[in-house]
Structure formats: C-alpha cells, structure tokens
C-alpha cells in the first residue's frame, strides 16, 4: 500500500501493529509513508486504514512506538535521533492517545478548590477554602457536606473502610485540626447531607498541609507548617494515647451526635521546614516532601528516615508509583518535576525531569494501574499527562482559569481537579493502555 498526501521524496515502509483489540487493529502489511510524518500525520494514516474496512468508524487520535519510546517528532528525525537505520521495514507499534475525550460540567464551589481525592470509584472528595469537605457522585452532584473546621481544608483522604456500606474520610485544615467522618456514598438524597466529624484529631501546633491514608490499615498520617509527621488511629474507640474527650450534640432530626478527640500516636520529626505533602504507599513506609528541599522515607516502626532526597528546590507535592510503586515523583517552586528511583544505589540525582510547566507545580499523581503515566498540575492553570517513554507531554488539560491546587486520577480513565477559579472539574475519556 502506499499513501499519498505529503510532497516528500523520501519514503520508508512500516508495518503498524498494536496489542488493541478490534476495531483497532489494522492488517500487518507493509505501507509506504513519507519519512517527514509526524504523529500526527501517523494517526490519519493508521484512521484510514481502519475507516477502509470500516465505514462507520469515528476517528481516534493514537500515539506511536518504535523500540518502547514514544515518537514526539517527524518520523525521520526520530530514527536519526536513535541511531535507527530507514532501510529495512519499521515495525510501528500504535496505542489510544493518552488525552481526555470530554470535559464535565463544572461542579462550583464556594471558594478555592484546594484537595481533590478520586482514590474511591464511587466518589470524589474535595476540600475547599469555605472550610467544607464535600462528595460528588458525577458532575454537579454533592450528595454530602462535610462541616466544623474553622479554616480552609488543605486536603483529603479516603480511609480503607472494610465495611461496604459506609465509607470513612479524613480532612486536613489550616485550623491546625484534622476531622474524621463517615458516611453513605450510595445513599439516596434530594439534596446533599450534611455531616459532622465523629472524631476531631488535635495535635499539630500549626496549619495541617496534608493527610494520607494508610494502603492497608485504619491509621492516618498528616503533615504540618510545624515541621512534623503525626500518625493517628482513626477507630472511632479512643485507644492508649488518646484523650477521651467526647462532645455531644443534637443533629437535625437525628439522635445524638458523638464527637470524640484523639492525639497523635507518634511523631516523625525530621524535616526543618514546612512538610508540604505525605504519601502513605506501604503498610510500614511513609514518603514526605517538604519546604526544607528534600523527600524523605520513614520507617514507621523505628520512627527514623531511611532515604533523603535533596533537589535544591521548596517541594509542595510527592507521589510514589510507577514500576514496582518504587519510583518517586515531586515538584515544587519551580516548573519541573522529578522523578527518582531510589532502587539504583549511588545516586541522588532524579531519572527523569519533565520541565513543560511555566509556574510552580502543585500536584502530581501516578496512575494506579501503569508503570509509567503519571500528571502533575501547576500554578500555570494547565494539567500535564505524562509518559516517561517521552520528554513530552502526552496532553495539556487547560479546563480552568486559575490556578490549578490540586489533581488525582479517577476511575482510571478520568482526571479530577480543583482550583483557584472555584471549580472541580472532570476530564473524562483518557485512555491508559
């Protein structure tokens, strides 16, 4: 076969292949492109191939592999670039394009969005500068409130609940608090239920930057403008180290609310600046970035850190996944992010920096089932989706007008994010093969 359409006279044969199922897949012949095709110029290639054999097909953007690395330039340069000879048949590997198919309705707040969670498929959990917590079903949808902070949340975590019915959430304030609550996800409402925390955690001696959740447990661990890491019981029984102070209160045609207190049941002390964010990816290990420049890995057991990572630069955000959930991403005050893995012994440098933000970063987040997409989300307003097969963004999400605070995958195949322009918003769609 051979396609027309670019006034070249360099041509290379290829064969397209690819590990998608019907109706993706093309026939594996050899076709004649021009060598100068981009991506772009690819993915009409490989859509009339399958439109041909299918007249009902709707276009689909698709990305390209040669040898695993993904091709972000004309087909000709990237074979230069590697050192690839153009004379024998390429083998051309296609996959959906990593982009978002739609954008949601936006869900409005009261104030800035400053935490998104989508660790749970049955709901998002934000937090705003109103003070409220709140759960969305879909778009527009808040079927819960979560209320008592006196100051702006800073973030939220979905707690591992065994019970299927109702789930428990934790929220982080700059009312140097964390709250506790549980609820009905699923529950049928007409208008969105207001909730009150069954447990008020007291400790920090300043505002609380983060929460996370243990993978496998009912602890939670929050990080503080104080310097410090406090790990906390979320049972709603007090336990050794815990006040057992309990409020209670008359709720709106409901019996009577207990409130409880806990403190901390350790500690981690280390870090000499603001502790930005906290990641809790294994039962026994914690992963903090703080405002001191460094990522540090703590024992929970022993209390101590077993990995300190220094970059040069204040850190807002830290991520572990990708292969092995080994690798650790972050950024910070300045528009790159990084990424280190800490299994290669002898080196402190990160693998990988990605550097197409203009403004601070605020947010990354591996994707729960791959090993090498993740986002990141910055003070530029724009989302980026990544791949660390390529330097370049796999797609640009621009679905707000302000700064972007906070961003996590949801359902595998959506983003979620909040802002300074008051709006969650869903991008939905994004293909991760």
């Known amino acids: 076969m051979d396609v027309e359409g670019e006034d070249v006279s360099r041509r290379l044969h290829v064969k397209f292949v690819t590990k998608l199922d019907s109706p993706f897949k093309v026939p594996v012949n050899s076709v004649a ?34 040898d695993g690395e993904l091709i972000r330039m004309s087909l000709e340069e990237f074979l230069l670039a590697k050192g690839i000879s153009a004379e024998r048949t390429l083998e051309i590997e296609y996959i959906r394009a990593v982009a978002p198919r739609k954008e949601e309705e936006p869900s409005l707040h009261d104030d800035w969005v400053s935490a998104v969670n989508g660790s749970s498929p049955r709901f998002i959990l934000t937090g705003c500068y109103d003070n409220l917590g709140r759960v969305w079903s879909s778009a527009g949808s808040c079927s819960h409130i979560l ?55 007291r400790g920090h001696k300043a505002s609380v930057q983060s929460v996370a959740a243990q993978k496998l447990g009912d602890m939670v661990c929050s990080s503080s403008w104080d310097c410090t890491i406090n790990l906390w019981n979320t049972n709603q029984s007090t336990s050794e180290g815990e006040s057992v102070s309990v409020k209670k209160r008359k709720g709106n045609n409901q019996a009577d609310e207990s409130q409880s207190e806990g403190e901390a049941v350790t500690t981690l002390v280390g870090h000499t600046q603001c ?141 979620i994010s909040g802002g300074a322009d008051s709006n969650l918003r869903i991008s939905s769609g994004i293909a991760i093969s």
């Not at 800073?154 to 304030?173: C, F, G, H, P």
């Open 33 to 66: 492109i021009p060598s100068n095709v981009t991506r772009l110029g690819l993915s009409s290639i490989v859509n009339s191939i399958i439109e041909s054999d299918n007249p009902e097909w709707k276009t689909e953007p698709f990305d390209f592999l040669i």
């Open 147 to 201: 209320e008592g902070h006196s100051g702006a949340i800073s973030s939220v975590a979905v707690i591992n609940s065994k019970d299927a019915e109702t789930v428990t959430v934790a929220t982080a304030s700059k009312d140097r608090t964390l709250r506790l609550f549980k609820f009905d996800p699923d529950e049928s409402v007409d208008s969105s239920t207001r909730v009150r925390a069954y447990k008020i955690l």
């Open 275 to 415: 502790v930005s964010s906290v990641v809790w990816p294994e039962h026994d290990v914690i992963y903090s970035s703080s405002w001191d420049h460094s990522v540090r890995r703590w024992d929970v057991e022993t209390g101590k850190d077993s990995l300190n990572l220094y970059c040069g630069k204040a850190l807002n955000t830290v991520d572990v996944g990708g292969e092995g959930s080994a690798l650790i991403a972050a950024g910070g005050s300045d528009p790159i992010l990084r990424v280190w893995d800490p299994r290669k012994p002898g080196t402190s440098a990160p693998v990988f920096q990605f550097s197409s933000h203009s403004s601070w970063i605020s947010a990354c987040k591996w994707h729960r089932s791959s090993w090498y997409h993740l986002l990141s989300a910055s003070y530029d307003g724009k989302i980026m989706l990544w791949d660390l097969r390529t330097a370049w963004p796999l797609s640009v999400i621009e679905s707000h007008s302000d700064k972007v605070l906070s961003a996590d995958w949801w359902k595998g195949e959506n983003v």
